[in-house]
């Protein structure tokens, strides 16, 4: 669908519980720019080689860009780049991360891993389940280029005379780019602002000690003073709106008052995985637990850092956190 002159919008089914994502195709002399790309599996590839005749007209792609490296976004953009042989277009954090991750999980479970959702709270049996299931990571996102063109935070880009400006995000993953026309006032979003989903903030065996819950409140400042409010919101899922900094606000306030209420639930000495009840409206069962986990872990870990929490290790090495 056009969303405006020179920009499509394509849906495309996801084999989860979140069951589509929004592409952008952005009209480049010669061709199109494919902005995210979905997973890698066989379906999204039918969808593309019809998009390819459809929507961009057997007009080849120009370049690939993936606003951050979660599976949905680059998962076939390494796919793409060769089909197309042009370059690959992502924040350095974003298109490391997403070549360390996918190398990672191509070999045996991390030992760090392990330890990390140890200390976290997991029993014996939910660690099996997390050693059974590693490795989705490397399999939904396809191999990327071994170069790639960086996208810096407040560059400019220029496609078919009309600009776009990087403006960069951070929390939800390490570097995420959204676009930004200005002269439109039209913002692809990627993950980083979405209409009606919060998107996960969560701490990673990577980085066990990495605050990415102040890197998104930080976020929130920096688009509300970077962004009008009537701006055209273009996000990954849902539909686009109007209407930004009611949205941003939304989304602050739901990790404020989640905090709230975990200081409320540590009246007693709590692992991370005791305090799903206080965060979440749902269940946490098999499917949802690791990230469930993550999301808690970046709640506690932020309150340790403003000093309202402390951390201590049992004999088993498990992580109990209490109020100062
Ligand atoms: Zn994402």
């Given at each position: ?16 519980s979140l ?7 952005l009209?480049?002399?010669g061709?199109?720019?494919i ?10 590839r039918?969808?593309?080689?019809s ?6 007209r ?14 949905d976004h ?5 796919w ?8 690959l277009?992502?924040t350095?954090e974003e298109y490391?991360?997403c070549?360390?991750?996918a190398?990672?999980?191509r070999?045996?479970v991390?030992e760090e891993?392990?330890?990390f ?18 490795g989705?990571?490397g399999k939904?996102?396809?191999?990327l ?6 996208m ?5 880009l220029t496609?078919?005379?009309?600009v776009?400006?990087v403006?960069?995000?951070?929390g939800h ?29 969560s ?5 066990p000690?990495?605050d ?26 849902g ?9 941003l ?6 990790h ?6 975990l ?11 005791d305090v ?13 637990r690791?990230m469930?986990?993550?999301e808690?872990l ?7 850092n ?9 004999p088993?090495g498990?992580t109990w956190?209490?109020r100062?």
């Amino acid at each position: 669908m056009a969303m405006a002159d020179g920009i499509t919008w394509l849906r495309m089914p996801l084999p989860m519980s979140l069951n589509h994502i929004n592409l952008w195709l952005l009209r480049d002399s010669g061709g199109w720019v494919i902005v995210d790309t979905g997973v890698d599996i066989p379906a999204s590839r039918d969808v593309w080689r019809s998009t390819f005749a459809t929507a961009m007209r057997n007009e080849p792609a120009t370049h690939v860009i993936a606003t951050h490296l979660h599976p949905d976004h680059a998962g076939c953009a390494g796919w793409l780049v060769r089909e197309f042989d042009v370059d690959l277009w992502m924040t350095r954090e974003e298109y490391m991360l997403c070549r360390v991750l996918a190398g990672d999980t191509r070999d045996n479970v991390p030992e760090e891993a392990i330890r990390f959702y140890r200390e976290a709270g997991f029993n014996d049996a939910q660690l099996a389940l997390y050693r059974k299931n590693f490795g989705l990571f490397g399999k939904v996102v396809g191999e990327l280029p071994k170069s790639y063109r960086r996208m810096r935070d407040g560059e400019r880009l220029t496609f078919a005379g009309q600009v776009w400006e990087v403006v960069v995000g951070r929390g939800h993953s390490p570097e995420h780019a959204c676009l930004y026309d200005r002269d439109r006032n039209i913002l692809i979003s990627g993950d980083q602002i979405l209409p009606t989903i919060s998107p996960n903030v969560s701490v990673w065996p990577t980085e066990p000690l990495a605050d990415p819950l102040r890197e998104w409140f930080e976020s929130i400042d920096k688009l509300e003073k970077a962004l009008p409010e009537d701006v055209l919101v273009l996000p990954a899922h849902g539909k686009p709106f109007r209407g930004a900094h009611v949205r941003l606000e939304q989304l602050r306030k739901e990790h404020t008052d989640n905090l709230d209420k975990l200081l409320e639930r540590l009246r007693e000495p709590l692992r991370a995985v005791d305090v799903f009840d206080a965060l979440f409206n749902s269940s946490i069962n098999d499917g949802n637990r690791v990230m469930a986990t993550g999301e808690a872990l970046s709640h506690l870990t932020y309150l340790r850092n403003t000093g309202d929490l402390l951390a201590e290790k049992d004999p088993q090495g498990v992580t109990w956190f209490r109020r100062t």
